[in-house]
């Protein structure tokens, strides 16, 4: 029988240890010399004839056993073998886990690349579509909405996004408080998050942040000169001297409440600083736990845009982070680089994504008013509208996207190896970038592969070098 290597990424660490990690399993297997011969041989365009080549090899018992167990392992399966069929989508309706409110759509920032108000908005401005503000029933109403949608849960999280979140603090001082009470009366425990430009940060509202164990993100893009390249109030003038002291009263307050991990989202621009020594400085001078860097989306005109020499540096960037990623994880070690953080833990959970996030299965965005979105970015939009929180979620629509949205429908997205943790990439990018938020983003497939590469050889060195280092990825 004619027998191929499934589609697969070889891979392996700097002791020359050999991997490989498979496509439709998202299984890494680490090979001995023989046996990582036997999946690269299997890996000729035509396959080989699996009865006969068993018998052309010295020890042809070793080998045929070596063939079996990557048989049996669907490293090595038949040319042709249609894959095992997948559910379109898990049990519907399925129980929200996060629900995310925008409760406000204003901010008092004009970072010049900002999604919200930018030219990748999908809204039509601040406060013109929908209400500027969410109002404290609307807050309550997506408290009770998440309650009754969450099933058996015994978690869930609420988001509090923006526009600024500090703008309307009320919604969210009134949804948090509704929220402790609704967990007790539903035995569920909920958490709650944050992203802020940390401008308007009190000590009342850090005071009330880190007692309820916020988990607190701060957009922010570096030192004084990277954070005021781009964002600036909309005077013109820079905003790091008055968010510095501001960010290190939240940490210092939270560190002395032992709270949970306060992190940086850096959006990198053309031209930006080295993603390493803005790392260094968020952590080292600022005290951020973790920082995560998030390539601008910006049309190619746009002079902070990076286009494919900006991505290829910020991969190169990435590269020397990890490095120091992995010397840490190699004693043993956190270290905060969130974006390879998670992409090694999914890597070690075997995450094998159908759709690329939770948007719209397990998580759900909330406009002021009300309108539950796909996710955060969907809502104050008209597009993708999946029901109201008084009324609930439009079953039919929700079901309708997320069929169509499954990583199978995505044909550029069947021989990429990368699939299992891009599926296609984020809606959002793909709604403003092919009018198809159900199409998959081949615009930055590049990127997505280069950085899920550094992902496998990182996981391969500590894979070999400290596996124990990975038990804190481990699923309970
Ligand atoms: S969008 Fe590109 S990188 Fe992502 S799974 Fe599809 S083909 Fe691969
Ligand atoms: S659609 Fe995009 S922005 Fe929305 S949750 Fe998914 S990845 Fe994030």
Request: proline fraction near 4%; charged fraction near 25%.
């Amino acid at each position: 029988m004619q027998l191929q290597t499934v589609l697969h990424r070889r891979f392996h660490d700097e002791g020359g240890t050999e991997f490989v990690y498979l496509a439709n399993s998202a299984a890494i297997l680490a090979l001995d010399a023989p046996t990582a011969a036997v999946v690269d041989a299997f890996a000729a365009p035509n396959g080989l004839d699996g009865s006969t080549w068993a018998g052309d090899q010295a020890e042809p018992e070793r080998a045929q056993e070596t063939l079996d167990d990557l048989i049996d392992l669907g490293a090595i399966r038949p040319v042709g073998e249609a894959p095992a069929p997948r559910p379109q989508l898990p049990p519907m309706p399925f129980p929200l886990a996060t629900l995310v409110l925008n409760v406000t759509n204003k901010c008092n920032l004009s970072c010049t690349y900002c999604y919200e108000y930018g030219e990748d908005k999908i809204g039509e401005g601040q406060g013109q579509n929908g209400k500027a503000r969410m109002d404290d029933k609307t807050a309550r109403d997506s408290i009770d909405f998440l309650m009754r949608s969450s099933g058996d849960r015994p978690q869930v999280s609420i988001t509090f996004f923006g526009g600024e979140t500090r703008l309307n603090f009320e919604a969210i001082r009134a949804a948090t408080e509704y929220a402790e009470q609704q967990a007790q009366a539903h035995a569920k425990r909920v958490h709650y998050s944050l992203t802020t430009n940390a401008t308007l940060l009190t000590e009342e509202i850090v005071d009330f942040l880190t007692s309820h164990r916020f988990g607190i993100t701060v957009s922010i893009d570096g030192d004084r000169g990277e954070q005021d390249r781009h964002r600036t109030f909309k005077s013109g003038k820079g905003s790091f001297e008055v968010i510095a002291p501001r960010i290190r009263h939240l940490i210092a307050t939270n560190n002395a409440r032992k709270g949970r991990p306060i992190g940086a989202r850096v959006t990198v621009t053309a031209g930006a600083t080295p993603v390493a020594e803005t790392y260094r400085y968020l952590t080292d001078e600022l005290g951020f736990d973790e920082v995560g860097f998030a390539p601008v989306t910006a049309g190619l005109e746009r002079e902070y845009a990076l286009g494919d020499h900006g991505y290829e540096r910020l991969l190169r960037d990435f590269d020397a982070l990890a490095e120091e990623y992995v010397e840490t994880a190699l004693r043993g070690e956190h270290h905060g680089f969130s974006n390879l953080g998670d992409l090694v833990r999914e890597l070690h959970q075997g995450v094998n994504k159908a759709h690329p996030c939770g948007a719209g299965l397990g998580l759900l965005g909330v406009s002021t008013e009300g309108e539950l979105g796909l996710c955060h970015r969907f809502v104050e939009s008209s597009s993708h509208s999946v029901g109201t929180v008084q009324e609930g979620v439009d079953q039919q629509a929700r079901a309708a996207f997320l069929e169509k949205a499954h990583v199978d429908s995505k044909t550029d997205c069947t021989k990429c190896f990368a699939r299992p943790l891009c599926a296609g990439g984020c809606y959002h990018e793909a709604h403003v970038r092919y009018g198809d938020a159900t199409k998959a983003n081949v615009h930055y497939c590049d990127w997505i592969r280069g950085f899920v590469d550094l992902g496998l050889k990182s996981y391969g060195r500590i894979q070999a070098g400290n596996p124990t280092f990975l038990n804190r990825f481990d699923q309970s």
